[in-house]
């Protein structure tokens, strides 16, 4: 059977297509469905309900889309971000300043999760030689000193107080908007030959310039160290921050020299705005940092009481 239907969008001609469907073999009951055409959701989603609507078997054609691996997670994910980054282009008329202005929300969202966690990260670097200390006295105690449980009961606390597990919280959460936004720029029809700037593909890697490097990757990588150099981390260890620092951009550098364009537009835009939340949030918790760390006690510690000399 075949269906003729229309696709009408603002900014675009109309578009007629001919989808043919096959209905099931009566000897086995198997079926073929055969579409050919852009992947796109909005596309698919229209062509299965037009199938329906003809008598033909009830499909979901939006399932041709390879969203991957988790592609129920990626495709529940990567759908309203295309939805919202085509109504910001339809607004700017651009895609890459879209992508700009989706990575600016998705930032703001998610500020008080980092305001938290850098909170939290801080404190955790301020109580790093105090759990050093308590680790070393309860190394070399015995199960029968007094002391061990008190000193057990304060580092517990210094846990609780200063989780350096939880400064990862923010990241954990925006890794589905990562690998949504990877597939919907790779995958969608949408962003195929978008030109930004001096990108003429944003779904595609960045052409390189002079015909040795890439602007994009190295941007990337050089607000990544400068984040992370400013980003309170739990090991007060400035070497170890150091090489932490520069090691990891440079291992992220090497993993998305070749990555889509309008990624790396996301993540280097991404960074961008984290540096400017992270020293507000510097500067909006110095008072924290002047705090003294508590002491073994958890109590700030008091005047010894004088004793009466005792009357003869």
């Known amino acids: 059977r075949t ?38 959701h909005r596309l698919l989603d229209e062509a299965s ?12 054609l939006g399932e041709a889309i390879n969203y991957g691996f988790l592609a129920w997670m990626r495709r529940a994910v990567a759908v309203p971000i295309l939805f919202s980054i085509n109504a910001m282009q339809k607004i700017t008329g651009s895609y890459g300043v879209a992508i700009i202005l989706f990575t600016i929300f998705i930032y703001s969202l998610f500020f008080p999760l980092k305001w938290q966690s850098s909170r939290k990260m801080k404190k955790a670097q301020k109580y790093a030689p105090r759990m050093k200390e308590l680790q070393e006295k309860l190394k070399g105690m015995k199960q029968s000193d007094p002391r061990m449980k008190e000193l057990q009961m304060e580092q517990l606390r210094l846990m609780k107080e200063a989780n350096p597990l939880g400064g990862c919280l923010p990241l954990l959460i925006q890794m589905p908007f990562l690998f949504a936004l990877y597939s919907a720029i790779t995958i969608s029809i949408d962003f195929r030959q978008a030109s930004f700037l001096w990108i003429p593909d944003l779904s595609g890697p960045e052409p390189y310039i002079l ?38 951009p440079l291992f992220m550098l090497y993993i998305l020299w070749s990555a889509p364009a309008g990624l790396l537009l ?26 003294p760390p508590p002491d073994e006690k958890g109590a700030k510690k008091k005047p010894a009481k004088k004793l009466k000399p005792a009357e003869a």
């Open 3 to 40: 269906v003729a239907f229309e696709h009408k969008t603002s900014d675009k001609p109309e578009q007629r297509f001919l989808i043919t469907g096959l209905l099931p073999v009566p000897t086995d009951g198997s079926k073929i469905e055969i579409y050919v055409g852009p992947k796109d």
């Open 266 to 291: 996301y993540w280097l835009v991404g960074n961008i705005v984290g540096f400017l939340q992270q020293m507000l949030i510097n500067r909006l918790t110095k008072t924290d940092e002047a705090a």
């Open 211 to 248: 015909g040795i490097v890439r602007i994009l990757p190295i941007l990337f990588a050089g607000s990544m160290i400068v984040l992370q150099l400013l980003t309170p981390q739990p090991s007060a260890d400035p070497l170890q921050r150091k090489m932490m620092a520069v090691g990891m």
């Open 49 to 60: 309900k037009e199938i329906a609507k003809a008598g033909g078997p009830p499909v979901d």
